[in-house]
């Protein structure tokens, strides 16, 4: 099985465990992760979710073995599917933490970029090589541009040359860097904090600010006061302003 899952402490975990095959993005693979993520959305103990994989390597990308001798429809239907995994991973309901232990690479990196946050042990690499191999990271360029902006995004995509986990995190591709015996125990950290809040809370903040992204300014207001006036009027939201003034910790009702 490309993909594993997991539900404990509080969080979903969602393993790419593939490492013969350097955690190839392929077809199977790409099903396995939707479907995945969605079981683990569906879990109510799950407050966040994490990404992980096991192996050397993150993931290298796409598995370059569906791509060659096939018509132009089964390569559209590849990197349509490609669209829908990273477009689930920022539906889902909880945020998505992406826990990088290895080189990301690709699809691997767009993978990373489409997480909602990102730790990455000091030994991993992000790449978009695919220009060295004659298919230019077209996909991966729109995850990875939104991350770190148009120069730094150019320089990954028109080099392929791999950039360190320090220099991503510079550059805002990855939140943080930590040593490789350190990852879990801070990613899991970070999960557990994320989802400490109201779980409804963090479902309207995450598809507010997907919402918002992308929206010229006037309208990203006008739409985020309408977002905000409408969650004030939540239970968890008059729950937890009425715990603030009363200096007392809240009582979750998670709607």
């Not at 969080?11 to 095959?21: A, E, H, I, K, R």
């Not at 995190?169 to 860097?177: P, Q």
């Not at 970070?190 to 109201?198: D, E, H, I, M, T």
Request: charged share 20%.
């Amino acid at each position: 099985m490309p993909v594993t899952t997991d539900v404990s402490e509080g969080l979903g975990v969602l393993t790419l465990d593939n490492p013969n095959q350097r955690n190839a993005l392929s077809t199977q693979a790409m099903n396995e992760i939707i479907a995945g993520l969605q079981n683990l959305s569906e879990a109510e103990s799950a407050g966040c979710i994490i990404i992980n994989a096991r192996g050397p390597v993150f993931s290298s990308g796409h598995d370059l073995r569906e791509m060659i001798g096939r018509g132009i429809e089964e390569k559209h239907s590849i990197f349509e599917l490609c669209n829908v995994m990273m477009e689930t991973i920022q539906q889902l309901r909880q945020p998505v933490i992406a826990a990088v232990q290895g080189p990301a690479m690709a699809a691997g990196c767009q993978l990373v970029a489409t997480c909602d946050m990102a730790i990455a042990s000091d030994s991993a690499v992000f790449s978009t090589p695919g220009v060295k191999i004659g298919l230019f990271c077209s996909t991966p360029m729109v995850a990875v541009t939104r991350a770190i902006g148009r120069k730094r995004a150019l320089q990954m995509l028109l080099t392929g040359e791999p950039v360190s986990a320090a220099t991503a995190a510079d550059w805002g591709l990855i939140n943080e860097v930590v040593s490789p015996e350190s990852l879990d125990l801070r990613v899991r950290e970070l999960g557990k904090q994320v989802s400490a809040a109201s779980s409804m809370t963090l479902r309207v903040g995450k598809q507010a600010f997907y919402k918002q992204a992308d929206l010229p300014q006037p309208e990203a207001y006008a739409e985020m006061a309408e977002v905000m006036a409408t969650n004030a009027l939540a239970d968890d939201a008059q729950e937890g302003m009425g715990a603030f003034l009363e200096k007392r910790t809240p009582v979750w009702r998670n709607h």
